[in-house]
């Protein structure tokens, strides 16, 4: 039975992944190399809280046991002790991840499922780190992860049905709705949205249209919540470029390329939302979508 997790890496995603198992109950260990960040992650979790009871979708006692769940460790050997799961949100570096894996498999007890919410590194090369392939599986929970309802389960080559069974389970546990597939480069969500952002910087570096006509025709043709170009802001245009460069590099086809516009700006330093501009820019505190300057018309 799962009770106790840990998840390794309290960034973006980390926080979000501890908030959700606590607040359905689960022990958590949100276990970070950065003391700051785990300090910073507590912080998050308590706000996205009160977001939530202020839409009434939790109550102030529920609010404080999820808090009351999550305890928080910067020693990943004393992290994952006791862990029945551990889901490993740490930085995208393949490297950085198999050294982590490699350690995580050392630490934890022997019936402990070792999981990673990596968006594009293959499941099959994290498992060969370790002694127990077949009790490592992706969980790859959407960004905001309290409000997005899919967890994409991949099975590694090794990844044993007892196993996936489990996280489909537990993926169900905490209000999500999981869908399981192989294990092949961007997995389902990035190999289909990748290419669709980089036809999005294609038309734009090819000057069929500005950064607002092809939000605009993706939104209100498409019914996308948000435009591929806003999107890409979003996700971190350093985050598009590393994962087209897995799928070209994986599949071996030339349509993955990644557009030269989207290498310029990272190399630019231009990364979206989070550096305050890409194909729009970010005031704080505004929700104005204004284009910038690089592509506007006048
Ligand atoms: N941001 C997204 O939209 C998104 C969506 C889905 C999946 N992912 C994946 O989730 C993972 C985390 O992404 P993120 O955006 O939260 O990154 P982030 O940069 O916000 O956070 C990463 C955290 O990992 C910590 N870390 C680094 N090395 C560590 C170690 N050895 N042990 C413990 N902690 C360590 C860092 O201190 C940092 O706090 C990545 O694999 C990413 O591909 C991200």
Known sequence: MIKNISVIGAGTMGNG????FAQSGFQVTLVDVNAAQLEKALT??????????????????????????????SDVTKGVATADLIVEAATENTELKLKIFSSLDAAAPAHCILATNTSSISITKIAAATKRPEKVIGMHFMNPVPVMKLVEIINGYATEKPVTDKIIELSRQIGKIPCVVNDYPGFVANRILMPMINEAIYSLFEGVAGVEEIDTVMKLGMAHPMGPLQLADFIGLDVCLSILRVLHEGLGNPKYAPCPL???????????AKSGEGFYVYTPGSKDLVVSKSFSKD
């Not at 992944?17 to 959700?20: E, T």
């Not at 989207?262 to 979206?272: S, Y």
Request: aromatic share 0%; net charge positive.
């Open 44 to 73: 998050t979790i308590s706000k996205n809280l009160d977001r939530q009871v202020s839409k009434s979708v939790i109550s102030e006692e529920q609010k404080a046991n999820t808090l009351g769940n999550i305890q928080t460790e």
């Open 17 to 20: 992944i501890a908030h959700v």
């Open 262 to 272: 989207l290498v310029n700006m990272v190399t630019a330093g231009k990364l979206g």
